[in-house]
């Protein structure tokens, strides 16, 4: 009994062991599991991953062979002699760099004119109260439904009679008016900002500029990056504003700079590739560093694509 | 009354003065022509430049303002200021027939210039690019043409003979079948890319009558019915890219030149620019006129740019002077000389260095044929008729046809082909 007295603290020390070692292997099977889990997620995301990045790597892969390497059968991923000088003759048949910059220029200018414009644009239409205020939003929306092409020849005849083709007005103007897709996201965006952070700042004395920039702007941090991200996407790959507006060779985009690879009979697909390569490092640079916010901005706006 | 007169003498030779002075500077000032082009394989950004500048050189009173447009969005531009109805330039290609109504009639322009005369051109070429409803629409600037080119070295590896220039269609298909090897994904030809071409209009098909009346034993006729078979034959044959597989490889229609460069077909219906691409390649090829059938008048493809000048333009007599040195003797002679534009004037084309090669003797013999353009420019409904019986084109195509079924498949589309041709005769005022 004494005995059994004895061993009692080392019984309870065992199943206390026991129960230890039970939870301990509980949580390694959950651990284990888990990070199963996490690979097998990992695993799959990998592989769509690849599945998206195959156009890239292909063309990096055409941006390195020589003309007739590229439909050769069967099709390789590695050229046979890698052709870096592809990348030196796609910058010497055409001055890409120059190109880059002048959609650089015309980047910033698009995205100051949003950002001016459309905060102003959306916290009229969200906060404040008008006559006709449904009507114009309505019709401002409304907009957003003719195409493009159709615009384009009266617009083309405006900006002509006011003697501003061949600059870059047309293409940076528009963007000092709003873009009717980014008003309305915004209009959204401030309508979910409780209308009693405006109440207590106009207490504390805020005028509605005050408001605006001290208080909604801060808080329009996410849709602004989308702002900002789809501009710079949509100004970087569009072709046919500035084809239509811009006259001198030298003051072309990169968008309209990269079709000179096109020739009339056929495409230099090498340097073309290479051309596109350089020409999309920027936008993927910004992918890069801009995703946390584009996604959480696309995430709280219920965005698609 | 004395002072008056003083000081009515004293305005009169003020204005007098003026007048003179202004005179002065307008005849000092220079006017400038906006002259919009795109870059090519036969006249590159920089053979351009070098020729504007030698224009403006030799000139004090025209100066030239070029601007280089892209290729693939050419058509967008001038389509947009042409609608606008401003902003187009002064001197451009015109080469859409939609553009036509919008280019000056040179025909007073010609007549008055000694330098230019119509007679000087290919007559091809003159009559069937710059002729429209009676008016001169532009000059022809340099020739192309569609021919097959033929790999030598992939006939050699089959152990082939090469076409002969005077094969029939027939022969064309024979060789197609001996040269493909689909293992190794290798096409013995490509498919021609629409029916009423030159293999059509060589087999003396033709889509509708002369006078527009009917395409009753026209479409139907046993040379369409013959054309059309063969094309089933060729599809047969299994030694064709499909028109899909063409899609995927050339997203600008450039599949043909891509797989011929790259060895994996045979022959393909190119044309001068691609011959220029091949021999940069350093491929190792001949030409031949499209196959036809003996005793037929043989047809060719071809074409000139159309170099105009728009009608709108506020310096017509500057914009003639730029328009007559590019498209006239001297610019084509410079854009052969340092490009590699083939002229379409003979006495310059006779400078030609490529005649002397094997396959610039066989394209200049192509200029020679019957120009498709010849019937087509006559017959503008041929289009509107041709989308009215596109099915047969495609349920060939896609090999979804028996051969026996051809003919009655025509006599079945001909009302259908008629009805588009009394709308569209009726359409265009008959």
């Known amino acids: 009994m004494s005995q059994s007295k004895d061993l009692g603290p080392l019984i309870a020390a065992e199943a206390g062991d026991s129960r230890n070692r039970a939870i301990t292997s509980a949580i390694n099977g959950v651990t284990a599991r888990r990070w199963l889990g996490y690979g097998a997620v990992y ?80 916290y009229g239409f969200a906060r404040l109260n008008f006559p006709f205020k449904r009507v114009l939003f309505i019709l401002m929306l409304s907009t957003m439904m003719i195409p ?50 405006d109440e207590a700042a106009r207490i504390d004395g805020a005028g509605t500029w005050t408001i605006l920039y001290r208080i909604i702007l801060p808080l329009c941090k996410p849709v602004l990056a989308v702002m900002i991200v789809f501009t710079f996407l949509w100004v970087w790959n569009d072709f046919l504003q500035p084809l239509i507006y811009l006259n001198d060779f030298y003051s072309y985009p990169i968008s309209v700079g990269l079709a000179f690879f096109r020739g ?19 936008v993927l640079v910004l992918y890069f560093f801009a995703q946390r916010h584009l996604i959480g901005g696309i995430a709280s706006l219920g965005l698609k694509g | 009354m004395r002072i008056y007169g003083r000081m009515a003498a004293l305005a009169l030779l003020s204005v007098a003065l003026l007048t003179v002075t202004s005179l002065g500077v307008l005849a000092q000032e ?83 210039d000694p330098d230019i005369d119509p007679d000087m051109y290919l007559p091809g070429f003159w009559n069937t690019r710059v002729v429209w409803e009676d008016k001169i629409i532009g000059l022809p600037l340099g020739v192309g043409a569609n021919f097959v080119m033929y790999n030598k070295d992939m006939f050699d590896a089959a152990g082939v003979e090469y076409p002969d220039p005077d094969w029939t269609p027939e022969d064309y298909n024979r060789l197609v079948a001996e040269l493909a090897n689909a293992e190794q994904r290798v096409w013995g030809g490509d498919r021609p890319r629409g029916p009423y071409r030159a293999i059509w209009y060589n087999m003396g ?22 054309a059309y078979q063969w094309l089933w034959d060729l599809v047969n044959t299994n030694g064709t890219p499909t028109p899909a597989d063409l899609e995927v490889l050339g997203t600008e229609g450039t599949g043909p030149v891509d797989l011929f460069l790259a060895d994996r077909l045979a022959m393909a219906t190119l044309n001068q620019g691609h011959m220029l691409n091949a021999m940069a390649e350093g491929k190792n090829f001949g030409i031949v006129p499209e196959p036809h059938i003996p ?34 003797p001297e610019g084509q002679r410079f854009l052969m000389e340092n490009g590699n ?50 099915d047969i084109w495609d349920l060939i195509n896609l090999n979804q046809i028996a051969r026996e079924d051809i003919p009655a498949t025509l006599d079945g589309l001909v009302p259908a082909a008629d009805a588009a041709l009394q709308e569209c005769v009726g359409r265009l005022g008959g």
């Open chain 2, 205 to 226: 098909a033709r889509l509708y009558a002369d006078d527009s009346s009917t395409t009753e034993g026209y479409l139907n006729s046993p040379e369409s019915v013959a």
């Open chain 2, 341 to 390: 534009l083939i002229p379409s004037i003979p006495s310059v084309l006779e400078e030609w260095e490529g005649a002397e090669t094997e396959y610039g003797q066989a394209f200049l013999d192509v200029l020679e044929l019957e120009q498709v353009a010849a019937w087509d420019n006559e017959h503008p409904c041929k289009a509107t008729v041709l989308r009215a019986v596109e």
């Open chain 2, 295 to 328: 005793g037929n008048t043989r047809h060719v493809n071809a074409w000139s740019l159309t170099a105009s000048i728009w009608a709108g333009t506020e310096h017509p007599e500057a914009a003639w002077k730029w328009l007559k040195y590019w498209a006239g």
């Open chain 1, 148 to 197: 493009g092409q159709i615009k384009l020849i009266p617009l083309y005849s405006i900006y002509s009679r006011l003697g501003l083709v061949n600059t870059y007005v047309p293409l940076v103007l528009p963007a000092f008016f709003g873009n009717p897709f980014f008003i309305f996201l915004m209009v959204q965006y401030i309508r979910t900002i409780p209308r009693d952070l």
């Open chain 1, 264 to 282: 009339r009979y056929s495409v230099e697909w090498n340097l073309f590739m290479a051309a596109t390569l350089v020409s999309i490092l920027p």
């Open chain 1, 43 to 122: 695993v799959v995301l990998t592989a769509i991953a690849i599945v998206f990045m195959i156009p890239l790597l292909w063309m990096f892969a055409t941006s390195l062979k020589s003309r007739s390497e590229i439909f050769a059968w069967p099709p390789s991923w590695i050229p046979e002699q890698p052709l870096w000088s592809n990348y030196a003759m796609a910058f010497e048949k055409y001055p890409l760099a120059r190109f880059m910059m002048n959609t650089s220029v015309l980047v910033i200018f698009n995205i100051i004119g949003e950002l001016l414009a459309v905060p102003l644009i959306a």
């Open chain 2, 30 to 112: 220079p006017v400038t022509i906006e002259w919009w082009t795109v870059a090519s394989e036969e006249f590159d950004e920089e053979v351009q430049r070098a020729l504007v500048e030698k224009f403006n050189s030799e000139h004090t009173d025209v100066q030239v303002n070029m601007t280089l447009l892209p290729s693939s969005g050419y058509d967008e531009r001038m389509q947009t200021t042409l609608g606008a109805g401003q902003g187009a330039p002064d001197v451009a290609l015109f080469w859409i027939t939609n553009w036509y109504p919008q280019a000056l009639d040179l025909t007073e322009l010609i007549e008055n």
